[in-house]
């Protein structure tokens, strides 16, 4: 894998969980104060640091076959679960993702919180479990890839850059990344995961893929082609159950 595919990838799919993350921490900030919010941050990170120093290092003592086993079977996971997802919105048939109402949501919850003393725990609490939940996603993906091609540095690099992109964006424009076009990204993101996720788990097993990694564009364009059927036939279905209905914008993640 190459060093451009491997941050490209890591900074796609780092980026659509930073757009989430930043979403919740928003919220939280602009209608409960930043400082317990930013402390949340501040401690997630932290804990995802640690994680990371911890599972790393780690890794690297991992048979490379059983490494590539596991890490195909998670990458097909997260892969798979992207990708069905993007699908059934794509179709018509799940709400789609819509950060201006989740931002809408979470701040009205948090306006009606109550405060005890100068500590804000609501405000810690949402951040916190909001950097934490999307930063696992994050960290799995960035070890996987980073481990695999053995260019930890350069996973890291992609997703550290997702995240100083999308944060600096956020906190210029002080709302929800909301024109960002994250069902398409992550429809992007599951096939890419999906792809590599096959790839490695076939060399683990002991497949030898025609030509290498020349067979990774052909299974891209496979799983692209399944996925793009899987659409046409599901928007069919729910037209012939559904023929007026249109798809509408909901909080769903």
């Not at 992207?82 to 949501?105: M, N, P, Q, S, T």
């Not at 992007?188 to 096959?198: C, E, H, N, P, R």
């Not at 279905?237 to 023929?243: D, E, N, S």
């Amino acid at each position: 894998m190459n060093g451009f595919a491997l941050v490209l990838t890591t900074f796609l799919a780092s980026g659509v969980e930073a757009v989430e993350a930043l979403t919740i921490v928003l919220a939280a900030g602009l209608t409960r104060g930043w400082r317990s919010t930013v402390t949340g941050v501040v401690a997630a990170t932290a804990a995802l640091a640690v994680l990371i120093a911890a599972l790393g290092p780690a890794l690297t003592a991992i048979p490379l076959s059983v490494l590539r086993v596991g890490v195909g079977g998670l990458l097909l996971a997260f892969g798979l679960q992207w990708l069905r997802k993007a699908v059934l919105r794509a179709a018509g048939a799940k709400a789609l993702h819509d950060e201006e109402a989740i931002f809408a949501r979470e701040a009205e919850a948090a306006r009606t919180a109550p405060v005890a003393g100068g500590f804000d725990g609501y405000a810690f609490t949402l951040a916190f479990k909001g950097v934490l939940l999307e930063g696992l996603e994050v960290v799995f993906i960035v070890l996987s890839f980073g481990a695999n091609a053995h260019r930890m540095l350069l996973a890291v690099a992609g997703a550290a850059g997702a995240v100083v992109v999308t944060v600096a964006a956020g906190f210029a424009l002080h709302r929800p990344l909301a024109r960002v076009p994250e069902n398409t990204t992550k429809f992007v993101v599951g096939l890419m995961l999906t792809t590599f996720g096959t790839f490695w788990g076939g060399e683990g097993a002991g497949v030898h893929w025609p030509g290498s990694d020349a067979a990774l564009p052909v299974l891209l364009a496979v799983y692209a082609a399944v996925a793009g059927a899987a659409i046409a036939l599901t928007r069919r279905a729910v037209a012939a159950q559904l023929p007026r209905a249109l798809p509408t914008r909901v909080v769903a993640s």
